[in-house]
């Protein structure tokens, strides 16, 4: 139990394009995901907190405008990285908050954006 | 944001071996988790501890969390290659307020030489 999904696993787009990034709980419900990002050899930052129904939480220095976060269902968030320039290539993590299993985070298999 | 002081920050040992790592706060948590994360794929629960004091099991992984609230261990014995990869603590305060956001140490890399 308690697996959470990404897709893609991995995407390479040009600079000045967007990509969605898709995030599932599929074995239970969420109504709160995470999104994370990763740079290489450091631990996860946390990014925004997005809850089921309403506007997403961002943590301070992150872009709501950039990174838009969509969690239309309890099963799925979405992450739009928009107008991407290559800074912005990382490994970018969603976990899920599983409330019937002591609220523990689960979290996707990330992926990795390229933008060149 | 907010990390926690986790060491140490890499460890080289030989299988068998037992290993130890820890992470200390400068404020309080309610639940103390360890995870672990093998290279391109997202961290896995390895261990959760909601009370001051307790210690788990899980296989040859236990940990602890600290009385203070403020700390928590984490040991590995009679290590085997596959024990390798990066191992992250996280504190969590469990209110709606907080979201149940999770605060994370920098990590150990762990290394284990047949």
């Given at each position: 139990g308690?697996?959470?999904?990404?897709?893609?696993?991995?995407?390479?787009?040009?600079s000045?394009?967007?990509?969605?990034?898709e995030?599932?709980?599929l074995?239970?419900?969420?109504?709160?995901?995470f999104?994370?990002?990763?740079?290489?050899?450091?631990?996860?930052?946390?990014?925004?907190?997005?809850?089921?129904?309403?506007?997403?939480?961002?943590?301070?220095?992150?872009e709501?405008d950039?990174?838009?976060?969509?969690?239309?269902?309890?099963?799925?968030s979405?992450?739009?990285?928009?107008s991407?320039?290559?800074?912005d290539s990382?490994?970018?993590?969603?976990?899920?908050r599983?409330?019937a299993?002591?609220?523990?985070?689960?979290?996707?298999?990330?992926?990795?954006?390229?933008?060149? | 944001?907010q990390q926690?002081?986790?060491?140490?920050?890499?460890?080289?040992?030989q299988?068998?071996?037992?290993?130890?790592?820890?992470?200390?706060?400068?404020?309080?948590?309610?639940?103390?988790l360890?995870?672990?994360?093998?290279?391109?794929?997202g961290?896995?629960?390895?261990?959760?501890?909601y009370?001051?004091?307790?210690?788990?099991?899980?296989?040859?992984l236990?940990?602890?969390?600290?009385?203070?609230?403020?700390?928590?261990?984490?040991?590995?014995?009679?290590?085997i290659p596959?024990?390798v990869?990066i191992?992250?603590?996280?504190?969590?305060?469990?209110?709606?307020?907080?979201?149940?956001?999770l605060?994370?140490g920098?990590?150990?890399?762990?290394?284990?030489?047949?």
């Amino acid at each position: 139990g308690a697996v959470v999904s990404q897709h893609p696993s991995w995407v390479i787009c040009k600079s000045g394009t967007s990509v969605k990034i898709e995030c599932r709980s599929l074995d239970f419900q969420a109504t709160t995901m995470f999104w994370y990002r990763q740079f290489p050899k450091q631990s996860l930052m946390l990014m925004a907190t997005s809850n089921e129904g309403s506007k997403a939480t961002y943590e301070q220095g992150v872009e709501k405008d950039k990174f838009l976060i969509n969690h239309a269902s309890l099963t799925l968030s979405t992450l739009t990285v928009t107008s991407a320039h290559p800074e912005d290539s990382s490994f970018y993590i969603c976990s899920a908050r599983d409330q019937a299993s002591g609220d523990e985070q689960y979290f996707g298999p990330g992926t990795r954006l390229t933008v060149t | 944001g907010q990390q926690l002081n986790q060491s140490p920050q890499s460890m080289f040992i030989q299988e068998g071996e037992d290993v130890s790592m820890n992470c200390t706060s400068s404020s309080i948590f309610n639940t103390w988790l360890w995870y672990k994360q093998d290279p391109g794929e997202g961290p896995v629960l390895l261990i959760a501890l909601y009370k001051a004091g307790e210690l788990t099991s899980n296989g040859r992984l236990t940990a602890q969390f600290g009385i203070t609230r403020k700390d928590s261990f984490l040991n590995i014995s009679a290590s085997i290659p596959s024990d390798v990869g990066i191992y992250f603590c996280a504190g969590r305060i469990n209110s709606g307020g907080s979201n149940y956001k999770l605060t994370f140490g920098k990590g150990t890399l762990l290394t284990v030489n047949p």
